[in-house]
Every structure is written in C-alpha cells, then in structure tokens.
T-cell receptor
Framework: GDSVTQMEGPVTLSEEAFLTINCTYT??????LFWYVQYPGEGLQLLLK?????DKGSNKGFEATYRKETTSFHLEKGSVQVSDSAVYFC??????FGTGTKLQVIP | IAGITQAPTSQILAAGRRMTLRCTQD?????MYWYRQDLGLGLRLIHY???????GKGEVPDGYSVSRANTDDFPLTLASAVPSQTSVYFC??????????????FGPGTRLTVL
C-alpha cells in the first residue's frame, strides 16, 4: 500500500541555517504530495503541495520539488527562523501521512 | 470564519465509558476525516466520509464509529473506551473528497486520556 517515510527528528538548527527534511514515498499511480506544519498546540495546516512530477511547491520561504524518479519530496528552506519551530508532516494524496519531523530553531 | 471546531478540547475518561467527540465545519466541504495522532506514529486515519450519508474505514477503525447525517457534522464515537485509545484526535475536512489533490483543513484537536 501507499506509504510515506520522513526523516526522524528532532532537528535542531541555529537561526538562519539551511533546512532539509527528507521525505520519500511509495505509491501506485500519480499521487499528489503535501507538506503540512503543526505549530505547538494547534492542528495541522497546509504548507505547500505539488500535484505532478517536477512541480515545485513553495510558501513562506519553504520549497519542495516532486521528484518521481527518486520518489521524493524533500522540504527545504534557505534560512530558518525561530518562528519555524514546529512539527512538519509529509503526506501522500491527502490521507497518508509520515510520522512527522520536529524542528527546533534556536536563536 | 470558524473553519473546523472540535469539542471537547480535552477529556479524561474511565475505561469502559462511551464517549463522542464532536466535529463541525462551516466551509460546506463534502469530505470529512478523523485521525489520531500518537508520538512516533504520526497521523493515522480512523474513518472518513466523502459526502453526507456515506462513511468509510481508514487505517485504524476498530473501536470507533462515525456517522454523517449532514454536511457540517461528523461525530466520532468510542463505544467502550480502552487505555490504548488515549491520543490526540483531529478532525479534518476537504472540499471535494478527491483524495488525490485535495488540501485538508484541520481542527484544533481533542486530547483524550482513558484511564
């Protein structure tokens, strides 16, 4: 069946550091891929998504490119801020979620 | 615009008791979902509904039931709670129920503890 694997956390970075959170997937057909973010004490909210191969989703300085050849959708940000501290979930076609990666950014 | 509301915010429940978690959305979305979030396991789908009057089982449906009498409400019932159902429960909705491209919108969650 469909599945998503994302890197274990927590990830601790200093402010302005470069962020990569890896996500790979297994699926039949041509799924859409999503990154959701969960801030402390809140529900998940969409960060970005891509619906077909080679699409790049972007929002709030975060980017991820749908790579069909490597079945990956890695999340990147060039310069993280303390306010980016949250748990990040990779998701496949909306209903299959990874286990989440906690990001902590320290000043 | 409220989006999705869930009630209660948190609850401590004795094992064996019946409990209904409430979820209401005001976005007129067709599809609704219930997930549980457990440390190290991420979000797992319990039940879903693609449209009013229909429901389906997700990855972990045992011990839970749902109903979808109208578009706005999607309650989740634990008929006889057990400690393994201690979790944070999230309700979500999406506009069309076409899981391949739909963005889901999440409620704030209900933290349930079963003793």
């Amino acid at each position: 069946g469909d599945s998503v694997t994302q890197m274990e956390g927590p990830v601790t970075l200093s402010e302005e550091a470069f962020l990569t959170i890896n996500c790979t997937y297994t699926a039949t057909g041509y799924p859409s891929l999503f990154w959701y973010v969960q801030y402390p004490g809140e529900g998940l909210q969409l960060l970005l998504k891509a619906t077909k191969a080679d699409d790049k989703g972007s929002n709030k300085g975060f980017e991820a490119t749908y790579r069909k050849e490597t079945t990956s959708f890695h999340l990147e940000k060039g310069s993280v801020q303390v306010s980016d501290s949250a748990v990040y979930f990779c998701a496949l076609s909306g209903r299959t979620f990874g286990t989440g990666t906690k990001l902590q950014v320290i000043p | 615009i409220a989006g999705i509301t869930q009630a209660p915010t948190s609850q401590i429940l004795a094992a064996g008791r019946r409990m209904t978690l409430r979820c209401t959305q005001d976005m007129r979305h067709n599809a609704m979902y219930w997930y549980r979030q457990d440390l190290g396991l991420g979000l797992r789908l319990i039940h879903y509904s693609n449209t009013a009057g229909t429901t389906g089982k997700g990855e972990v449906p045992d011990g839970y039931s749902v109903s979808r009498a109208n578009t706005d409400d999607f309650p989740l019932t634990l008929a006889s709670a057990v400690p393994s159902q201690t979790s944070v429960y999230f309700c979500a909705s999406s506009s069309t129920g076409q899981q391949s491209t739909d963005t889901q919108y999440f409620g704030p969650g209900t933290r349930l503890t079963v003793l």
